[in-house]
């Protein structure tokens, strides 16, 4: 064999692990969350996602990307997307793993974290079939608000088999959902919907309208149903539920214009459509379509945090894998202080970003004030945040391959070009801010009780307690316009959040750590510039197991 051909430090695939067993970030997080119920089944899904077969799957499934039909060979709109039957096993595996329902299929609150724990992991392998998922369980609780229609739907929402057949959903096993909420004119403004719906009457499940006008921004148009806004007459926005397939049998025309040729998120479609008249019912208060479907998106934007709290995991784990098999100098790459230093602030990235995501995973499921305060404060705040960090680790994961790193042979290029989307969709990072600041104004007993528990949790923390009083003068003083300070109030606020945490949750060196390097004046501009004292031997070893061996068994 030639040694041109065949070199050697060349580092092979991590592949063939478990995600769950080597994690015990994830796994203390499940275990502290009430779900020791849902431990047995998460290892086999860590093994499940590990494994070469699955790595395979993500890897078909983005690059032979979804391609439109329009019309069929005799000319009939037929709007189908055609998919390669990776994407579907990727579906199968996201509905048969809980993605779809567990929370709302399982009534246990420990549920969430359960749901989680898949949703974290099946991001870090195949992103793009998180997009139908998370939307189809994040309808539900929009559904819920139109009994009869829930009612209809319920055993289709709850069925475990992916079912991509294109027939109405009275003749499927299981549905899928998305959203269509952006148009042409702004996404982030969606009081400038033009989109329009027009009273038709009215059937079992409630009002019946025709909606008419597109949307721009309309992903996994294949789905069984969208929730729509649309103005209906003088009434302004409202939300309606519309079916690919009318309950007459006959074809809804929503007609994709195109697919988006997207930088990344490429095994997932999302298409331009227009709506000529289609059949919809409404969903909640006929005018109050904005506070409805915006209560979709409070757990789009959780799935968020989750999604790239795994991005962040993922990144971690592949740097710290190449580095750890790669020599440079004589020495491998892992062993080098300036690379320790970089994967042990990837460390602390990890293990702050995933307990900020299963804390308010945890906390979704709780009635409690407390709780429900860290709903409406803390998600935008954790959307902002975690999915930003998530575009900055992977890009510096991506540099610790090298020049292998910038190469689409290998994951890194797919989850550098994955990794904005989290920040863009279901609101833009200065949207996401500027809800911190609106969740104050409507609601400050939350910030006061969100705030007086991080107080309570940090009382040894100079550092963090300085903040804390600060961002509470800032915060609550009247009549405060805040608005130019939104990105350093949300960044300063999510970093107290994550110090709690760590403080909580992490070993006390690892706390020590984050607090010395995240509250230094010189942090910030890059990853790796810490105070240079942690132990990072600990630190790697309170990050990851190393689980291949295990699999292998
Ligand atoms: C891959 C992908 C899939 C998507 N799928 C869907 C889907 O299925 N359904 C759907 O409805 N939408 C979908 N979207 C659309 C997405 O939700 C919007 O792109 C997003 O909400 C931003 O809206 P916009 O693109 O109109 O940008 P704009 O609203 O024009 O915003 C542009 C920028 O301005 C910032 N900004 C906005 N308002 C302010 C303000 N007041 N102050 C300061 N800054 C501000 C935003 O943060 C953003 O950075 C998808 C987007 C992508 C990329």
Request: negative net charge; proline residues 6%; charged residues 20%.
């Amino acid at each position: 064999m030639s040694t041109f051909t065949h070199p050697h430090n060349q580092v092979p695939d991590l592949a063939g692990y478990n995600l769950f067993a080597s994690d015990p970030v994830l796994r203390t997080a499940v275990l502290r969350g009430g779900a020791a119920w849902r431990e047995p089944e998460l290892l086999r899904q860590g093994a499940e996602y590990g494994s070469d077969a699955m790595l395979r799957t993500a890897e078909d499934a983005e690059h032979y990307q979804p391609e439109l039909q329009t019309h069929s060979a005799s000319g009939e709109r037929i709007d189908f997307v055609k998919f390669h039957p990776a994407w579907h096993e990727a579906m199968r595996v996201a509905r048969h793993n809980g993605m779809t329902n567990l929370p709302y299929a399982d009534s246990r609150p420990s549920a969430w974290v359960g749901y989680g724990a898949t949703l974290y992991m099946h991001s870090q392998i195949e992103p793009g079939s998180t997009c139908p998922s998370t939307m189809t369980k994040a309808s539900i609780p929009v559904l819920q608000r139109n009994p009869a229609l829930l009612d209809a739907l319920w055993v289709k929402l709850v069925d475990t088999r992916h079912d991509p057949r294109d027939m109405p959903v009275a003749q499927k096993h299981s549905m899928t959902l998305g959203m269509g909420m952006t148009e042409k004119q702004g996404g982030s403004d969606v009081r400038t919907n033009i989109t329009h719906a027009a009273r038709i009457g009215s059937g079992p499940w409630g009002e019946e309208y025709e909606i008419s006008g597109h949307k721009w921004f309309f992903s996994a148009p294949m789905c069984d149903a969208h929730l729509v806004l649309a103005k209906s007459d003088d009434r302004g926005a409202s939300c309606f539920y519309v079916p690919r397939w009318r309950p007459d049998g006959t074809k809804n025309p929503i007609h994709i214009q195109r697919l988006k040729d997207k930088v990344g998120n490429r095994s997932n479609s999302s298409s331009e459509v227009e709506f000529h008249g289609a059949w919809g019912v409404l969903l909640g208060e006929e005018g109050r379509g904005i506070p409805t479907i915006i209560e979709m998106a409070t757990f789009t934007r959780l799935d968020n945090v989750l999604s790239s709290a795994g991005f962040i995991r993922r990144a971690f784990a592949q740097a710290l894998h190449y580095a750890g098999n790669r020599q440079a100098f004589g020495r491998v790459l892992a062993d080098q202080p300036a690379m320790a230093e970089l994967l042990g602030d990837m460390a602390l990235e990890t293990q702050a970003a995933t307990l900020m995501a299963f804390e308010l995973a945890n906390r979704f499921g709780s009635p409690a004030p407390l709780d429900q305060a860290w709903r409406r404060f803390v998600t935008p705040m954790a959307k902002f945040w975690v999915c930003k960090r998530a575009v900055a680790i992977s890009a510096e994961a991506m540099e610790v391959f090298g020049g292998n790193g910038y190469v689409e042979t290998g994951p890194m290029g797919r989850l550098f070009r994955e990794a904005p989307v989290n920040s863009i969709w279901e609101g833009s990072g200065n949207v996401m801010c500027l809800d911190v600041l609106r969740a104050v104004s409507r609601n400050p007993g939350d910030a006061q009780l969100v705030l007086d528990y991080l107080a309570d949790v940090a009382a040894g923390e100079p550092a963090v307690l300085s903040k804390i009083r600060a961002l509470r003068e800032t915060l609550l003083r009247p009549g405060a316009d805040l608005e130019r300070q939104a990105r350093r109030i949300t960044q300063q606020l999510a970093l107290c959040v994550q110090a709690a945490l760590m403080l909580q949750h992490a070993s006390p060196a690892a706390a020590a750590a984050f607090i010395s390097s995240r509250f230094d004046p010189d942090w910030g501009v890059v990853v790796g510039v810490s105070a240079g004292t942690q132990d990072i031997p600990a630190l790697l070893a309170e990050t990851w197991v190393e689980t291949r061996a295990q699999y292998h068994d």
